[in-house]
């Protein structure tokens, strides 16, 4: 699948969760998807399944959450998404508005992995990716 199609499709994803709908996309992840969460004492995630279980616990978190991307560059099979995350603690009231970048890599077609960092750079570096 062409750079382009993964682009188109992941911009389809974003505009579903800049809604705060969460459950789109799934269609884009292989079976075995690892996801690396943005924090460093959270461990990786493996599989759909497992990955929304972890997405129901976070977004409980919240009484509102959403993701809006921003920009789309790719990088071969991967593409780094600069997103905005915003939400509103479900206990604590606190309110986020912070800049993450994904890096999500695709192999035929699926979303194999995807990794969020706070940090640009860290996020391509730890993908195996350079300008």
């Known amino acids: 699948m062409a750079q382009e199609d993964n682009i188109e499709r992941l911009q389809a994803m974003y505009a579903e969760w800049a ?4 459950r789109a996309g799934t269609e884009l992840m292989a079976a075995d998807v690892a996801f690396s969460p943005q924090t460093p004492d959270e461990r990786a995630t493996l599989g759909r399944d497992e990955i929304e279980g ?9 009484d ?9 560059t790719a990088f071969g099979d991967a593409v780094l998404v600069t997103e905005r995350q ?3 603690g479900k206990s ?3 309110e986020i508005d912070q800049t993450f970048y994904s ?3 695709f192999r035929d077609g699926l ?3 995807v990794r969020w960092d706070p940090d640009r750079e860290s996020a ?3 993908a195996g990716l350079s300008e």
């Open 54 to 62: 972890h997405m129901r616990q976070f977004l409980g978190q919240w």
């Open 86 to 88: 915003h939400g509103i």
């Open 92 to 94: 604590s009231r606190v």
């Open 111 to 113: 979303v194999v992995s």
């Open 103 to 105: 890096v999500w890599t």
């Open 124 to 126: 391509l570096a730890a």
């Open 19 to 22: 809604k705060g709908n969460f």
């Open 64 to 72: 509102e959450f959403r993701i809006d991307a921003k920009d789309f």
